[in-house]
């Protein structure tokens, strides 16, 4: 089954686009998380074990806000410069 957009209705092209702004999206959250989780992992669990330890827990979620906090600001930051050369063109 072929893809060829000008066969397809503007509705058509629409749900697509919704579709895989929608995977994007999942993947772009499931990249953050890996990524959250790697870095918290490493700067603050020295030695794993079975469990973590209450400091271990603290730096991981002090770690883990502040990764966020920073994300979105670079995401904000991202999303209105391509406002801004949307509006330019």
């Not at 893809?3 to 990249?31: F, P, T, W, Y």
């Not at 020295?46 to 271990?56: I, M, N, R």
């Amino acid at each position: 089954m072929s893809l060829d957009s000008q066969k397809l209705d503007e509705s058509q092209r629409h749900q697509i686009m919704g579709s895989v702004q929608q995977q994007l999206a999942l993947q772009n959250a499931q990249e953050l998380l890996q990524k959250l989780s790697d870095k918290c992992f490493k700067a603050c669990v020295a030695k794993p074990g079975s469990s973590l330890s209450s400091s271990e827990q603290k730096c991981i979620t002090s770690c883990s806000d502040r990764y966020m906090d920073a994300w979105n600001i670079v995401s904000r930051t991202y999303a209105e410069r391509i406002k801004r050369e949307q509006y330019r063109h």
